[in-house]
């Protein structure tokens, strides 16, 4: 097992670009801190990021990420009505206001987050077994983030 540790941590700079009623497109450089078996380093890593704060979405893609060549991601979150089926039985998909009619607002919500994440790294660390060990590190980084939020 490989001891690693990576933090998202160190904020450069951001700048909000553009602010639209819920919309925000911002522009952030960050730097990625990484730590294994005794060596470390950092990446920069300088994305665009476009929320929308009423639907609760974002997109990311990288302006410049230093040593990959495809950097970009998005994440939605939903909510979840946790007991539609016992207290709404003749709806499928319904929106917050009708699970709340329905339910007499005794009804149960959640949330239900979907992320997705594509990269490449670039083609001098796009060779196996290097590629191995980056996709490794990525699967436990991801993991950890899923617990990260599940504690929240």
């Known amino acids: 097992s490989v001891v690693f540790l990576i933090l998202l941590k160190d904020t450069i700079a951001t700048m909000v670009l553009k602010k639209d009623g819920p919309r925000q497109i911002t522009e952030a450089e960050k730097v990625l801190r990484w730590k294994i078996l005794g060596y470390n380093g950092a990446i920069p890593i300088h994305v665009i990021i476009d929320e929308n704060h009423q639907k609760v979405t974002a997109t990311y893609k990288k302006v410049k990420v230093k040593y990959m060549k495809v950097f970009e991601g998005s994440w939605k979150m939903e909510p979840l009505y946790v007991d539609q089926e016992r207290l709404c039985k003749s709806r499928s998909r319904i929106s ?25 790294p670039s083609s001098l660390l796009n060779v196996p077994p290097v590629s191995w060990f980056i996709r490794g590190i990525s699967v436990k980084v991801t993991k950890v983030c899923s617990k990260i939020l599940e504690n929240m």
């Open 96 to 120: 917050e206001e009708e699970h709340k009619k329905c339910s007499g607002s005794k009804g149960r919500i959640g949330s239900k987050v979907t992320k997705e994440h594509i990269f490449q």
